[in-house]
């Protein structure tokens, strides 16, 4: 008689002394229904039990609990919005599971929670979300010795202090960036992200962040198509890692507070096509560099504190369809570097010391339907060509 192969093999049993160990961390709680917030919480330990023989007994049929197929012992728990409330004491049964890779107790109120000599004893722990918790007291520089943590998530715990820099150390941490980061954390300032092992699509509320001056440095595989920052608050310089967002085709950070010279990196981004940098505090020359986007069709600089001569590369720009470089501080020039500009239709050059007569070179824009040469030193009499736009 020949055995049928493909006969699935049995699981090894949970191991009595883990068994234990949960059961004990089960009698530490009260179930309470004011512990959980989350609408669909439920009771997950209600049913755990030592009682007879068969699954009810063992864990692997627990709810929450996920035991490894091959050995038996428990390496998840999952008790989010379970209702428990109560305390976690250093002799808490939850650390003799120390096969545990993730553990979630999150959304439950634990008015003592001593994790401090507990936790070292769970080194294979990759995942750990305490988050509200209720959880208060210092974050544990134990943590530190979790040499294979991935992901910790401590948030929404207003009592939790953490006056020790060492949790640094943790360079191993990657998680996607939350999208909620903008509702928690509106003191925020500076934001540094650079190095470390986040991923997923960049949350654009980020830049909402209230108080937040400085941006956060960017990363050469980023593949950000549009930036808009418009009415922030950011103050300084723009960093010079914003010239690694080559897939770049909208960039706006108008009325901000950025100041000094708009670096030359911004000419690494060579697919834009709108660049709006107007109600800053820019200033100093035109990098020589912004003469590589020749893609540009909408252009505006203006409401800044840009000197020297209005760059003479502006006549390469044959795709624009919008310049306005008005209210700066440039040297008296002329017209004459406008070029070949056919597709503009708007035009702003309002207060830039333009001197001499109307530059013969504006007759070929035929498709100009906005003209401002308003506050500046312009001399001769008014073109009749002028009078044939529409």
């Known amino acids: 008689m020949?055995?049928?192969?493909?006969?699935?093999?049995?699981?090894?049993?949970?191991?009595?002394?883990?068994?234990?160990?949960?059961?004990?961390?089960?009698?530490?709680?009260?179930?309470?229904?004011?512990?959980?917030?989350?609408?669909?919480?439920?009771?997950?330990?209600?049913?755990?039990?030592?009682?007879?023989?068969?699954?009810?007994?063992?864990?692997?049929?627990?709810?929450?609990?996920?035991?490894?197929?091959?050995t038996?012992?428990?390496?998840?728990?999952?008790?989010?919005?379970?209702?428990?409330?109560?305390?976690?004491?250093?002799?808490?049964?939850l650390f003799n599971l120390v096969h545990l890779q993730r553990l979630d107790l999150s959304d439950n109120y634990f008015h003592h929670f001593e994790i401090r000599n507990g936790i070292v004893q769970l080194p294979m722990l990759r995942s750990l979300n305490l988050s509200y918790s209720v959880f208060s007291s210092q974050i544990p520089?134990?943590?530190?010795?979790?040499?294979?943590?991935?992901?910790?998530?401590?948030?929404?715990?207003?009592?939790?202090?953490?006056?020790?820099?060492?949790?640094?150390?943790?360079?191993?941490?990657?998680?996607?960036?939350?999208?909620?980061?903008?509702?928690?954390?509106?003191?925020?300032?500076s934001l540094l992200l650079e190095e470390c092992g986040l991923h997923g699509e960049f949350p654009m509320n980020i830049f909402q962040l209230p108080s937040l001056h400085y941006l956060p440095e960017f990363q050469e595989t980023s593949r950000l198509r549009w930036l808009y920052l418009g009415g922030t608050s950011f103050s300084g310089e723009l960093p010079t890692s914003i010239g690694r967002l080559g897939s770049l085709i909208e960039l706006d950070i108008s009325s901000c507070n950025f100041t000094g010279l708009v670096p030359s990196s911004l000419g690494h981004l060579t697919q834009l096509s709108h660049l709006v940098l107007l109600n800053n505090s820019f200033s100093g020359q035109i990098s020589s560099f912004l003469g590589n986007l020749t893609?540009?069709?909408?252009?505006?600089?203006?409401?800044?504190?840009?000197?020297?001569?209005?760059?003479?590369?502006?006549?390469?720009?044959?795709?624009?369809?919008?310049?306005?470089?008005?209210?700066?501080?440039?040297?008296?020039?002329?017209?004459?570097?406008?070029?070949?500009?056919?597709?503009?239709?708007?035009?702003?050059?309002?207060?830039?010391?333009?001197?001499?007569?109307?530059?013969?070179?504006?007759?070929?824009?035929?498709?100009?339907?906005?003209?401002?040469?308003?506050?500046?030193?312009?001399t001769g009499q008014i073109p009749s060509w002028l009078m044939d736009f529409t």
């Open 2 to 70: 020949v055995s049928n192969s493909s006969s699935s093999v049995q699981q090894p049993l949970c191991h009595d002394s883990e068994n234990f160990a949960l059961l004990q961390f089960k009698q530490s709680f009260l179930i309470d229904e004011h512990a959980s917030n989350d609408p669909s919480a439920y009771p997950k330990v209600a049913m755990w039990n030592s009682h007879g023989e068969g699954e009810g007994s063992d864990c692997r049929s627990w709810d929450g609990v996920e035991c490894d197929r091959e």
């Open 72 to 93: 038996g012992h428990v390496i998840d728990l999952h008790l989010a919005s379970s209702f428990l409330y109560g305390s976690i004491n250093s002799s808490s049964g």
């Open 141 to 189: 520089s134990e943590l530190l010795a979790l040499s294979e943590l991935v992901f910790l998530d401590l948030s929404e715990n207003p009592m939790l202090q953490h006056q020790k820099p060492g949790l640094r150390n943790l360079v191993n941490i990657s998680s996607t960036i939350p999208h909620a980061l903008a509702a928690n954390l509106s003191s925020l300032k």
């Open 295 to 378: 893609q540009l069709s909408y252009l505006d600089l203006s409401n800044n504190y840009f000197s020297g001569q209005i760059p003479s590369f502006l006549a390469n720009f044959t795709q624009l369809t919008s310049l306005s470089l008005s209210f700066n501080n440039f040297n008296v020039g002329t017209l004459a570097w406008l070029g070949q500009q056919t597709k503009l239709t708007g035009l702003d050059l309002d207060t830039v010391n333009l001197s001499g007569e109307i530059s013969s070179s504006l007759v070929n824009m035929s498709q100009l339907t906005r003209l401002d040469l308003e506050e500046n030193q312009l």
